[in-house]
């Protein structure tokens, strides 16, 4: 057991976009700790190619912007914060350039060069070729390491939140070198630990998104919105060898066309859009074919381009593909659909504050109501961007009240002891990723959520029960984390009794006439 208690203003546990950019803001103001479970940059900020959508050309609008985020999200979007967000877009990108991201600028040009992806009206996807967020948080962590204020944490990962009459005044941190659990302190907390997607069997998600920052709000009593929400990426490689690779949505933006098994375009009988529709229409159309045909996949093609603006445009991916034996410039690439984005999350306003005095939540993590029951395309980056500027804001003003004058009691191992199971902890893991995608994803039904929530029930008893029992190690509390949000996913999805967005259930093939946010808190679900 470990003495150890570090203190500062601000707790930042996360370091994707949204983690970093808050830290730095904030670090104007206070003292600020980032904890992460791995390295600074793996986020899925990192994995994100197609760039950030915003209005930066004459040709757009803040009104179409606005127009084409309410419509792909469905009824479910929120009007106050898609103006917000969208309004401050200029604004983030030029901070964005001052930070130091060098977007693509157009042959002989000094305009952006602007990508289209699916649900925009307009070219507005700002990109550094096919590797935007790597080239962001490359951005950031130059910027962070000058910066006095601010301390870094990598390999510590988040067990609990440290709440009291709620209120978080900080967390427990495991320590994976140590393996000893430290008491971090804080005035305020930020969960910036992105989304869930390794909560699904396949997902274009690193393996660090399992849930952590919902799992741990959720457990203190904040309240979390809209979790049946999870978007499906139309086109994840597929491959035996490469796993979680993305084919960016870009490439449909620039033509690329997907065909089914006959080698026949199939999305023109879906929607208008074609390949450009909303991707809850995209993913469920090759779910659809992929069911009817039998097959493992299906394509999507580019090949009819020239072959040098391909490498040119999409370098990372024309180079991951080569190495994996197909060349993109020739022939179609074998696609999948895949987790890939979790529209809900930890309930926040648009200054990123939960229902739990002291504790934030930005970046994927949060659910604001921005992207509805759909994200449009490239408006995560851009979302992620506008939350760690206001809660910069909220939070600088809110520790200027605050005293840390709290004891944490240190972490109580109890009488754990080291488990000689630690097999069965990848079984579980193995098991509920297998359950979610089988009966959680794109397609639902009564049935299969009902199967999949008594399955549930029966496997979150027993992480919990090895929780208590063993000494703590990453893998189980990731397994933890994940079991609770694949729980609230599966409740949350059997209480809409609708088919909105990116949740489809066959027994509910409408939309309802009454457009409500789920909402669950501890011991009150649900809540509306
Ligand atoms: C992509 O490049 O297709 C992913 C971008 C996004 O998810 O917004």
């Given at each position: 057991?470990?003495d150890?208690?570090?203190?500062?203003?601000?707790?930042?546990?996360?370091?994707?976009?949204?983690?970093?950019?808050?830290?730095?803001?904030?670090?104007?103001?206070?003292?600020?700790?980032?904890?992460?479970?791995?390295?600074?940059?793996?986020?899925?900020?990192?994995?994100?190619?197609?760039?950030?959508?915003?209005v930066?050309?004459?040709?757009?609008?803040?009104?179409?912007?606005?127009?084409?985020?309410?419509?792909?999200?469905?009824?479910?979007?929120?009007?106050?914060?898609?103006?917000?967000?969208?309004?401050?877009?200029?604004?983030?990108?030029?901070?964005?350039?001052?930070?130091?991201?060098?977007?693509?600028?157009?042959?002989?040009?000094?305009?952006?060069?602007?990508?289209?992806?699916?649900?925009?009206?307009?070219?507005?996807?700002?990109h550094?070729?096919?590797h935007?967020?790597?080239?962001?948080?490359?951005?950031?962590?130059?910027?962070?390491?000058?910066?006095?204020n601010?301390?870094i944490?990598?390999?510590?990962?988040?067990?609990?939140?440290?709440?009291?009459?709620?209120?978080?005044?900080?967390?427990?941190?495991?320590?994976?070198?140590?393996?000893?659990?430290?008491?971090?302190?804080?005035?305020?907390?930020?969960?910036?630990?992105?989304?869930?997607?390794?909560?699904?069997?396949?997902?274009?998600?690193?393996?660090?998104?399992?849930?952590?920052?919902?799992?741990?709000?959720?457990?203190?009593?904040?309240?979390?919105?809209?979790?049946?929400?999870?978007?499906?990426?139309?086109?994840?490689?597929?491959?035996?060898?490469?796993?979680?690779?993305?084919?960016?949505?870009?490439?449909?933006?620039?033509?690329?066309?997907?065909?089914?098994?006959?080698?026949?375009?199939?999305?023109?009988?879906?929607?208008?859009?074609?390949?450009?529709?909303p991707?809850?229409?995209?993913?469920?159309?090759?779910?659809?074919?992929?069911?009817?045909?039998?097959?493992?996949?299906?394509?999507?093609?580019?090949?009819?381009?020239?072959?040098?603006?391909?490498?040119?445009?999409?370098?990372?991916?024309?180079?991951?593909?080569?190495?994996?034996?197909?060349?993109?410039?020739?022939?179609?690439i074998?696609?999948?659909?895949?987790?890939?984005?979790?529209?809900?999350?930890?309930?926040?306003?648009?200054?990123?504050?939960?229902?739990?005095?002291?504790?934030?939540?930005?970046?994927?993590?949060?659910?604001?109501?921005?992207?509805?029951?759909?994200?449009?395309?490239?408006?995560?980056?851009?979302?992620?961007?506008?939350?760690?500027?206001?809660?910069?804001?909220?939070?600088?003003?809110?520790?200027?009240?605050?005293?840390?004058?709290?004891?944490?009691?240190?972490?109580?191992?109890?009488?754990?002891?080291?488990?000689?199971?630690?097999?069965?902890?990848?079984?579980?893991?193995?098991?509920?990723?297998?359950?979610?995608?089988?009966?959680?994803?794109?397609?639902?039904?009564?049935?299969?959520?009902?199967?999949a929530?008594?399955?549930?029930?029966?496997m979150?008893?027993?992480?919990?029960?090895?929780?208590?029992?063993?000494?703590?190690?990453?893998?189980?509390?990731?397994?933890?984390?994940?079991?609770?949000?694949?729980?609230?996913?599966?409740?949350?999805?059997?209480?809409?009794?609708?088919?909105?967005?990116?949740?489809?259930?066959?027994?509910?093939?409408?939309?309802?006439?009454?457009?409500?946010?789920?909402?669950m808190?501890?011991?009150?679900?649900?809540?509306?």
């Amino acid at each position: 057991m470990s003495d150890t208690i570090y203190s500062s203003d601000f707790l930042v546990i996360g370091s994707g976009l949204s983690g970093l950019l808050f830290a730095l803001k904030a670090a104007k103001h206070g003292t600020v700790h980032i904890v992460t479970k791995g390295r600074l940059s793996d986020s899925s900020t990192v994995r994100a190619q197609g760039g950030i959508a915003a209005v930066v050309s004459s040709e757009d609008s803040i009104e179409a912007h606005i127009q084409d985020t309410l419509r792909v999200g469905d009824g479910l979007c929120h009007y106050d914060v898609v103006k917000s967000i969208v309004k401050a877009g200029p604004e983030r990108i030029r901070e964005l350039v001052d930070l130091g991201v060098n977007f693509s600028r157009g042959v002989n040009s000094d305009e952006y060069e602007l990508g289209l992806e699916g649900g925009h009206s307009k070219r507005r996807v700002l990109h550094v070729k096919d590797h935007t967020g790597e080239d962001i948080e490359i951005a950031l962590i130059k910027q962070i390491e000058n910066v006095a204020n601010i301390t870094i944490f990598e390999n510590h990962m988040a067990v609990n939140l440290y709440a009291l009459n709620n209120r978080v005044y900080g967390a427990y941190i495991l320590d994976v070198n140590t393996s000893e659990v430290e008491r971090f302190l804080a005035k305020v907390t930020i969960l910036a630990t992105g989304g869930a997607g390794r909560v699904f069997l396949y997902t274009s998600n690193p393996d660090v998104a399992t849930g952590d920052g919902i799992a741990m709000a959720f457990r203190v009593g904040a309240s979390v919105m809209n979790l049946e929400m999870v978007q499906f990426h139309p086109t994840l490689l597929f491959h035996p060898k490469i796993r979680s690779f993305l084919i960016s949505e870009a490439l449909r933006g620039e033509g690329a066309r997907l065909l089914g098994p006959d080698g026949k375009r199939f999305m023109p009988n879906y929607h208008k859009d074609a390949e450009l529709a909303p991707r809850d229409v995209v993913a469920r159309a090759i779910d659809h074919e992929l069911k009817k045909t039998g097959a493992d996949n299906v394509w999507l093609d580019i090949s009819f381009r020239d072959a040098s603006y391909i490498r040119e445009r999409f370098p990372q991916i024309y180079e991951t593909c080569l190495k994996a034996g197909i060349d993109i410039t020739k022939e179609p690439i074998p696609v999948v659909p895949a987790a890939h984005y979790m529209m809900g999350g930890v309930r926040v306003d648009i200054n990123g504050r939960t229902d739990v005095a002291g504790l934030y939540a930005i970046g994927e993590t949060a659910c604001t109501g921005f992207h509805g029951a759909n994200r449009l395309a490239s408006n995560s980056l851009l979302e992620a961007t506008a939350l760690a500027h206001n809660a910069s804001i909220a939070a600088a003003e809110e520790i200027k009240s605050k005293s840390s004058k709290i004891e944490i009691p240190p972490w109580d191992p109890g009488e754990a002891t080291d488990s000689d199971e630690l097999v069965v902890i990848s079984h579980l893991w193995e098991e509920i990723r297998r359950l979610m995608i089988n009966y959680v994803g794109i397609v639902r039904s009564n049935k299969r959520l009902i199967r999949a929530r008594n399955r549930i029930g029966f496997m979150t008893r027993e992480i919990n029960q090895f929780y208590w029992d063993f000494v703590i190690t990453p893998d189980l509390v990731e397994l933890r984390n994940i079991s609770l949000v694949a729980e609230l996913i599966i409740k949350m999805a059997r209480m809409r009794k609708e088919s909105r967005g990116a949740h489809y259930n066959k027994d509910f093939p409408d939309e309802s006439s009454q457009i409500v946010d789920t909402i669950m808190r501890k011991g009150y679900s649900p809540v509306n």
